[in-house]
């Protein structure tokens, strides 16, 4: 079998199209009388049809039905030599004008009126409607647009104009997050651990700004940020960051606070399964616990939370997709504790509903956002391959795409926000009234969350004390928001800032890199008027105006 050419397929293509649009309009007759003087049809055979089949029909005034348009790959079609030729459109139409002098003209114009303004029905190519392209080329045109990651951040300028209109309040919050960043050293001086980034925490102090951070390796670093400028005379120009590190874990540290009844211990939990505390006075470091499942086997802690209502006991959450609860005044060493599973797999994050402590929600790696009610016990539950496990009561759910990196409620107005790898940030309304057992988010906002191996997971978390939430952006910088999904703030650093740490009381957030450093913003505007800010690298560079 010969192939054919692709000049010869288009033809074909075009002819049989032709052909269709002759049968919609009931002119076989006039198709016919073209076939024949293009010469494809020599002769024509008449059928016989028995005398007592013939029925008389009672010739109808209606209007040949106008058909609907629909593509010939839907139709189930395929291309045949048999048809009309290759005729343009206006061959066509003159063609038909020619062979139906009896059609009155008006009702033809009408009748092509009709089927130019039929509507498209069903699932469709659109090159199969468009004459001069084809699928590939088409789909060229585009393609990049699909394959481009963006956020919806990367547009606050541009769109910062039309959010505040007759919004006095957002203009207000603009303001007060239009923060600077901290200048006196340069991020790339601020090396505050060795390796990536995987938790920062700002301690709550507000007469001295103390950061500290922990990397993939378990290192810990204490960075006491220094206010006051360099000397003009150049007699501390060699002076370094205040920053002291040290070794306390063999695996990723995966959470780092403070003590809500003595702000001078800190508490800190690593991938190893280890959590202990540090005195910031004493600079000593006690071991609370080494956490182990029923068989001995280490449990890699994933992130913890003290209890609103209890101050003394936290909430924890592994690798492997426990949970349970610990009291930090009692010897934990020799402890069984009461574990309950909420997850098949690695629960990256979870948050306690601050209007309700019995009340947490989880994000998973099984690609799911769950709240959960952890007064309420079910045994074996239907949801987990695990039959040996008890689990707590789910309130609501939401399945995503992928899996889901972070989860943070607001303080205040019942909103709840996560993010995660189907490229989105999504907020919902978890009012105690409003929770449906399948949760649908109030607001979703595109932001591009492809980490890959070499940056730290992006997670979404709300300032302790206002209802805006940051989140750092693949773009290098960091986006901040209301719960109403407006955009605040877009602040720009020289590299990725994918660990975010608010500062539970003033407007300062900082932000670690995959190299150990830090980026710091406050509302201490240290940025002087006749100056310039040019980010190169991991260096702020300043320049003056011209």
């Avoid at 048809?83 to 003209?105: A, C, M, V």
């Avoid at 797999?345 to 952890?374: C, Q, V, Y």
């Avoid at 209802?467 to 693949?474: K, L, P, R």
Wanted: proline share 4%; glycine share 4%.
């Amino acid at each position: 079998m010969v192939e054919l050419t692709e000049f010869q397929k288009k033809r074909l293509e075009n002819i049989k199209r032709n052909n269709d649009i002759l049968k919609k309009l009931s002119l076989t007759g006039t198709a016919n009388q073209i076939k024949k003087e293009s010469g494809i049809i020599t002769k024509e055979k008449k059928k016989t049809i028995p005398a007592r089949s013939i029925k008389k029909k009672q010739v109808s005034q209606k209007p040949p039905p106008i058909p609907t348009r629909r593509s010939r790959r839907l139709r189930g079609e395929t291309v045949t030599t048999e048809g009309i030729p290759n005729l343009s459109d206006s061959q066509l139409l003159n063609n038909l004008k020619q062979s139906s002098p009896s059609l009155e003209s008006d009702r033809f114009e009408s009748l092509i009126d009709d089927l130019k303004e039929s509507p498209v029905v069903g699932d469709i190519k659109l090159s199969d409607i468009i004459k001069d392209e084809n699928e590939s080329s088409l789909q060229d045109k585009f393609k990049y647009l699909a394959n481009k990651n963006f956020s919806s951040g990367d547009f606050f300028e541009e769109l910062k104009k039309y959010q505040t209109i007759n919004k006095p309040e957002l203009s207000k919050l603009q303001e007060d997050f239009d923060l600077q960043l901290y200048d006196i050293f340069q991020p790339n001086e601020i090396k505050i651990v060795y390796e990536r980034i995987s938790s920062v925490f700002f301690h709550p102090s507000i007469d001295k700004k103390l950061i500290i951070a922990g990397d993939k390796v378990g290192n810990l670093g204490f960075w006491n940020v220094r206010d006051e400028p360099l000397s003009e005379n150049g007699e501390d120009d060699l002076v370094e960051p205040d920053i002291t590190r040290v070794k306390l874990f063999t695996k990723n540290v995966s959470e780092i606070d403070c003590f809500p009844t003595d702000l001078t211990k800190i508490l800190t939990t690593s991938y190893d399964g280890t959590i202990r505390s540090i005195d910031l006075n004493t600079m000593e470091s006690n071991e609370i616990l080494q956490l182990k499942d029923v068989d001995g086997n280490d449990l890699g802690i994933s992130a913890f939370q003290f209890n609103y209502s209890d101050p003394n006991q936290i909430y924890l959450t592994t690798l492997s997709g426990e949970f349970t609860t610990l009291d930090i005044r009692m010897n934990n060493k020799n402890l069984n504790l009461d574990i309950k599973r909420l997850s098949n797999k690695k629960i990256g994050s979870f948050a306690i509903n601050p209007k309700r402590s019995w009340e947490i929600a989880t994000g998973s790696l099984d690609r799911t956002l769950k709240i959960w009610d952890i007064r309420k016990i079910v045994k074996e539950p239907e949801w987990s391959q695990y039959d040996d496990y008890e689990s707590h009561q789910i309130i609501g759910t939401y399945d995503s795409r992928l899996s889901i990196s972070a989860i943070s409620y607001s303080p205040f107005d019942n909103t709840l926000v996560c993010n995660g790898y189907d490229d989105t940030i999504r907020l919902f309304d978890v009012n105690e009234n409003n929770i449906q057992q399948e949760l649908t988010p109030k607001i979703t906002i595109k932001h591009n969350c492809q980490t890959g191996r070499w940056t730290s997971i992006l997670k979404a978390k709300y300032k302790p004390n206002q209802n805006v939430f940051g989140i750092a952006n693949m773009g290098k910088a960091i986006d901040l928001y209301d719960s109403e999904g407006q955009q605040l703030a877009h602040l720009k650093t020289a590299t990725v800032p994918a660990v975010i740490a608010w500062h539970p009381i003033n407007n300062w957030i900082a932000g670690g890199n995959s190299s150990g450093k830090i980026f710091l913003f406050t509302d201490e505007n240290r940025v002087l008027a006749d100056e310039s800010v040019k980010v190169e690298g991991d260096v702020i560079k300043k320049e003056e105006n011209n």
